[in-house]
């Protein structure tokens, strides 16, 4: 099993990544003192398929456990689905020792968040990660959000877990477009951070999708360090350092927006977003062709689609400019020099930028 | 014009005190660099009394202005205020710019607190508190909150406004009722903060009453100083040190509570919470008869109750069960040894509890 600590001073924790950690979940918690009445926030697939072993390993260990079940959708993102759970929270909230468990991916870890981070000013919540995009991402550096129709994650609180519980034993039930869309994150997290995980990555395909436990423990204990070290030095998004954790997002977002979130999942938007972003960065000069084909042939290779179809070129540049990161005229966008080298570009010209696109089409 | 810093690292600000602050408020906020578009929340009629004042001093230095009422009453606090008011803030947020006006009293105060805390995870807020409660407790420390139909200020964050603004010239306005309720707050400060402030207080009610300028400024600056002075050694109240901010206010919410929020308003409340927990004192020993009926008489002196009508002592003593701070059969209530030496007194036997809670009958 692996243990990576977050440190963040007071609000410092681990990720415990491996086979089983689900089933021994009540004994890491026991050691935490974040209270005794657990309100897990999952969907009915998952409590359906794991509730039993959650709910066993919780109560077997003295704690209570009330399940609540939200759709399996983005738009359990919303206002509307976290104001009737707060009011419901409150209700079994009759001892004061209540934590919340967000038991799911990353919409069910960022609803669970956001209600933890407000009920009564911030109440304890560990994160359950079930996907691999939750584990190797989502669930750590603590932000936690909700969706407004004007655009998404614009509700939201830092916020940090108390643990990370990440069983990888979870991630066999998970269809391959879904390993696949998770494995955009970690190709982004070796491209800014570890050589030796995109090594590892070209190398290990197959290891991957026949879900052998170490090389899953390998990959989410590499991404889950990346991360952890990126958020221990800018934890609020304050110093511009976390912006790294952007690349391959803006242009994603674009896609996934100008697409209206229905051809490309998360990840299949960040591996055109990727891609985007690398030419970018040869079109400037910073990296060569081959660590250009090396990287779109990564994507390739881990069922990433390396075009874009069904949207036109103009409606992801129209959509690029409601992104967060962007004030007014002005831009900014994480490129490459090199693999581990990851560059905060300003005010891109967006000739360039349109180049850039045009070669995914 | 008096200042006060409140010492919180980056998140440090100043709280400024003085007639005709409000029409000075561009000037103040122009170097403060939080934005261009002010959205400001109030009630219609402030609006109507002194929006042009607050939105020409505003528009004057370049800002933009929005205003969005909210009517003036605690259900404003709440999840169905605030989400819309979270909606519409996203569109009326183009140039990613903007930053929050809180400009009212404590239900407004808290309501945009808690909607700057949350907007793309926290952007800028100012408090520009228009009650003489507000200007001496509620705006200052940065506890965001709405309430539930479970219980108030179950929802909210820990967010500091970037800076306040108490304009004095304001509070004449309000009717002598409001300004006895904020008198409470103002008594409070004096017996657990400052001896010298209470000894003002004993001699300057007639100056409270006229509104003289000077006595408004000396009563909102100590306070000021000693909220800021406390919660800059506990800022999310995790060491118990905030707990003295509670004083009188244990059995002022139970009382609140217990007459459904009619009878009494926070003010009144606290000014009975304030004599039982003094008479609690007296019986425990830790102060005499003379201290005990200086306070009564102060507190009798500013118009607010000394005695308790419409409401039975076990409604009472069944409210005070429900107090947020209250886990399981434990309690706790600050006390005092003498002014200025508040203690934190954990699980007082019910029966003296019940004993100082009839002296109020």
Redesign the interface.
């Known amino acids: 099993m692996g243990r990576i600590r977050v440190r963040l001073k007071?609000r410092s924790y681990d990720i415990l990544t491996g086979s089983g950690v689900l089933g021994r979940s009540g004994a890491y918690l026991s050691s935490l003192n974040i209270g005794k009445d657990a309100y897990i926030i999952t969907n009915s697939l998952l409590k359906i398929k794991y509730g039993d072993i959650l709910a066993g390993s919780l109560s077997a260990k003295g704690f209570n456990v009330r399940f609540k079940t939200v759709p399996d959708s983005e738009k359990s993102k919303s206002?509307k689905t976290a104001?009737p759970l707060?009011?419901n929270l409150?209700?079994f909230?009759k001892?004061?020792?209540v934590f919340i468990v967000a038991f799911g991916g990353g919409v069910i870890g960022d609803l669970a968040g956001?209600i933890a981070?407000?009920?009564?000013?911030?109440i304890p919540y560990i994160q359950v990660p079930t996907t691999l995009l939750a584990q190797v991402d989502a669930s750590i550096g603590g932000?936690t959000?909700l969706d407004?129709?004007?655009?998404k994650n614009?509700?939201?609180?830092?916020y940090q877990p108390k643990i990370v519980l990440s069983d990888t034993g979870l991630l066999k039930s998970l269809a391959r477009r879904q390993i696949s869309s998770g494995m955009a994150e970690v190709i982004k997290y070796a491209i800014i951070g570890e050589s030796g995980l995109f090594t590892y990555l070209e190398k290990n395909r197959d290891a991957v999708f026949s879900f052998r436990p170490a090389a899953l423990e390998r990959i989410i204990s590499s991404c889950a360090k990346i991360k952890a070290g990126i958020v221990e030095r800018d934890e609020?998004e304050?110093l511009g350092l976390r912006t790294v954790l952007n690349f391959g997002h803006t242009m994603g977002h674009a896609i996934e927006s100008a697409s209206a979130y229905r051809t490309y999942n998360h990840g299949e938007a960040v591996a055109l977003g990727i891609i985007t972003a690398c030419d970018l960065s040869r079109r400037m000069g910073l990296i060569g062709d081959k660590l250009f084909l090396r990287i779109r042939n990564l994507i390739s290779a881990y069922h990433l689609p390396v075009k874009l179809k069904g949207v036109s070129l103009h409606e992801v540049v129209k959509a690029h400019y409601h992104d967060?990161k962007?004030?007014?005229k002005e831009n900014k966008l994480v490129l490459i020099r090199g693999l581990s080298r990851p560059v905060a570009a300003k005010n891109v010209p967006l000739a360039l930028i349109k180049q850039s696109l045009s070669s995914i089409f």
Do not use: H, I, P
């Open positions: 007071e206002l104001c707060l009011k409150a209700f909230d001892n004061r020792k956001f981070a407000v009920y009564k000013r911030g932000k959000a407004l129709d004007a655009g614009l509700v939201g609180a830092f609020k304050t967060k962007f004030s007014g």
